[in-house]
């Protein structure tokens, strides 16, 4: 009788899990369709502009996972957009060709994609800066994220093009070039380098990008941003937040938070308990995890750009 107690429990937590999870209405994304074209090729790219005038609001460009309901003819339920208006960014989300990638992941994991000014990092960084000049946004606070793959192609961008990106978002993704510590990233960084600000967002159950991942992508960052600046990032968390489940976030997360003793927040990492990897993707582009994402954007948009060598 306890046996089939315990089993029942179960069933219902899961049941209410996925009743939270995607049972919540969606946002319905209001979005123009563009394209861009460079030496690389072509990508296009959805763009939404909150309400009032454009010129010298901030940035954020969003890239999708692999075979990502966002890489649709018009995706929807892309819940980002609702924060976008209310805290008053333009949100960009470029979209992979299948033509390059039949599952239409980005190809974060090739040589001819891990270098600047060459392939998908030169198409992304493309869109990033036509916006800014046609909008007059903000060039101090300009954001990149994304989940999966599209994490992953976030770190290479961030790498890339810390000169053009004050902070950013790689939610389940890879280290760069799939290596081991920080000097990969400062080597890459040249004399751009500087300590960048991170979000991390890693499912404790992620089938995928698994949580040991998840926990050598911070620590190669923070390895990274003591090289750039010493000091500038602890490689312990500073503070720890357990967020229980409540409206707009589906499950229990626990946010940890890494502050240097200059008072600067250098990172944060997010781990939403009893998921795996497509409902984690869920919360970060759904209704149902919009609170996460608000906490997503708020860390970034904290941040501005700052000068090599130097931190926040």
Not at 6 to 30: D, E, K
Not at 221 to 235: I, K, R, V, Y
């Amino acid at each position: 009788m306890r046996n089939t107690t315990l089993r029942l429990f179960g069933v219902l937590l899961l049941i209410t899990s996925a009743c939270l999870l995607f049972g919540l209405p969606n946002a319905q994304a209001q979005a123009d369709k563009r394209c861009y074209t460079n030496a690389a090729g072509t990508r296009c790219y959805y763009l939404h502009v909150p309400p009032g005038p454009a010129a010298g609001r901030p940035l954020m460009v969003y890239l999708h996972g692999c075979n990502d309901p966002l890489n649709d003819p018009q995706p929807t339920g892309f819940s980002l957009t609702r924060v976008a208006d209310e805290l008053g960014f333009v949100l960009a989300y470029p979209l992979q060709d299948k033509a390059a990638n039949k599952e239409g992941c980005w190809n974060w994991d090739k040589p001819e994609h891990r270098e600047r000014g060459q392939g998908e990092p030169s198409l992304i960084a493309g869109i990033t800066s036509t916006l800014i000049s046609e909008f007059a946004l903000d060039r101090s606070r300009i954001y990149l994220g994304g989940y999966s793959a599209g994490g992953a192609m976030t770190t290479n961008l961030g790498v890339l093009y810390p000169d053009l990106y004050a902070a950013i978002a790689p939610m389940a993704g890879a280290p760069f070039r799939l290596e081991l510590g920080g000097k990969v990233i400062i080597d890459a960084m040249g004399s751009r380098a500087r300590p960048m600000p991170t979000y991390f967002l890693q499912t404790l159950f992620d089938q995928i990008s698994n949580y040991v991942i998840g926990r050598t992508n911070i620590a190669q960052w923070l390895e990274a941003d003591n090289l750039a600046d010493p000091g500038s990032a602890p490689t312990l968390p500073t503070g720890l937040e357990v967020l229980v489940v409540g409206p707009g976030l589906p499950i229990p997360l626990t946010v940890e938070h890494y502050a240097s003793q200059r008072g600067c927040e250098i990172a944060q990492f997010t781990t939403p308990l009893l998921a795996e990897h497509s409902l984690g993707a869920r919360i970060v582009q759904d209704e149902s995890g919009i609170e996460v994402q608000r906490n997503l954007m708020r860390f970034l948009l904290a941040h501005r750009l700052t000068p090599p060598h130097q931190t926040c």
